[in-house]
Every structure is written in C-alpha cells, then in structure tokens.
C-alpha cells in the first residue's frame, strides 16, 4: 500500500494565516471564516512562496503550452460570501505621488462613516499608508472588543501584516521621521498584540469601490 503524499497548506486568510502541515490544522482555520483563502501544496517551499506571494498574485501563475507561455488562471480554495460582510469595516489609503503626501482612514463599510483618519504624512506612498489603516483597525477594533471583519483592496499590506513588517524602499529623513514612527508603533504592535479579526479582501470588481476610497486619484 502506497504512503500518502505530504502535503503542506497555505492559508491566505484565515484565523492565523500561515502554513500548516495537516488538513485538520487548516481546517481550524478556515472553517467558518469568511472569505477563507488556503490551498494544498506538495512541497513546503511551494507554501511558503504562495504564502509570501500573497493570495492575489497566486491567482496567476504561468505554465508552457504547445503556442508558448501563457498565464492561466488558478482557482484556489474559497469559502466565501457574494456581499461584503456587514457590518465591518474598510480601510484605504491616498498618496498624491509616490512619495508623497499620505492619507489614510477606515469607515463603516455600510453607512460610509469615518471612524478614524490620520495624515497628512510628508514623504509617503501609498502601500505604506494601506498597511498603517488595517493595523489602525486592527488595534481600535481590539480596544473596543468589537468582533468585525477588515476589508481592505491591498494585497501588499495585508502581507506585510501578516509578516509583520513592512518591506519598502522609502528613505527614513527628517522629512519622513513622523510617518516612520508611526511605521515603528504599528509593528510593534502587531509584534506584541494577537487578534482574531479577520482581514479580507475588498472585491471591486464584484463590489464597486472601496467604501473608504477617498474619491480621488492616488
């Protein structure tokens, strides 16, 4: 009798996001959980690249056909809902040039309100500012003992959340030392705090625009 395959699952999103080395492991973490992200794979490094990839760019991957390469799509596991969950809250980001001036706030995903709003930041960009709103949410959320769920479009900030840490190419001046002790803050926070919220992805195309888009063009 042939031994099983090993197999090593990515969680995108879920509970903890991470790689776990059984089915039931994962199970844990996306059962129930909307919008849960995960997929099997044969070899941890796989995982891991999925994993660090993140899920929107997993989407994609490129295979040799008989005419050349070619980009095809993957359909990964997706335990999900046709509408945003409400309620919940969603968090974006403006940046006027790259570096620029940053903004940022998170709103109440139904009615629109803001909740909360920091910037301007001199010298910022845009990804930056994507990552410091979910950790904002993630921390006020945890105050207030409120059980929601985070939206947000950035598949680059929510992977840098995930790893903790935030990977940019960004000068540290006295021109951007406001905004880097801001970065500081929120890492350690993320460093030193566990949450349960559950971060999942704005889908615009199914959904229209971001609830906390700030209307214009970054």
């Not at 001046?173 to 992805?201: C, G, H, M, S």
Request: net charge positive.
């Amino acid at each position: 009798m042939s031994q099983s395959k090993t197999k090593y699952y990515t969680v995108w999103q879920g509970r903890q996001p991470g790689i776990y080395h059984t089915w039931q492991d994962c199970f844990e973490q996306v059962q129930g959980f909307a919008n849960a992200r995960y997929k099997a794979f044969g070899t941890q490094q796989e995982a891991e690249e999925a994993l660090n990839n993140g899920f929107d760019q997993y989407m994609q991957f490129t295979v040799k056909t008989a005419s050349g390469m070619k980009k095809i799509p993957v359909k990964p596991n997706k335990a999900g809902t046709e509408k945003p969950v409400i309620p919940s809250i969603s968090v974006d980001a403006a940046c006027s040039g790259n570096p620029g001036k940053l903004e940022y706030q998170g709103v109440d995903t139904q009615t629109g309100q803001r909740i909360f709003y920091q910037g301007p930041f001199a010298g910022g960009t845009n990804n930056l500012g994507e990552f410091l709103a979910i950790v904002h949410a993630l921390a006020y959320l945890k105050k207030h003992n409120a059980p929601l769920p985070v939206y947000s479009d950035s598949a680059t900030a929510r992977l840098w959340v995930i790893q903790k840490r935030v990977k940019t190419t960004l000068t540290r001046t006295p021109k951007t030392e406001p905004l880097f002790q801001v970065i500081d803050r929120a890492i350690a926070w993320l460093q030193n705090n566990t949450y349960t919220t559950q971060i999942l992805t704005w889908e615009t195309e199914n959904w229209g625009e971001n609830p906390a888009d700030f209307g214009r063009k970054r």
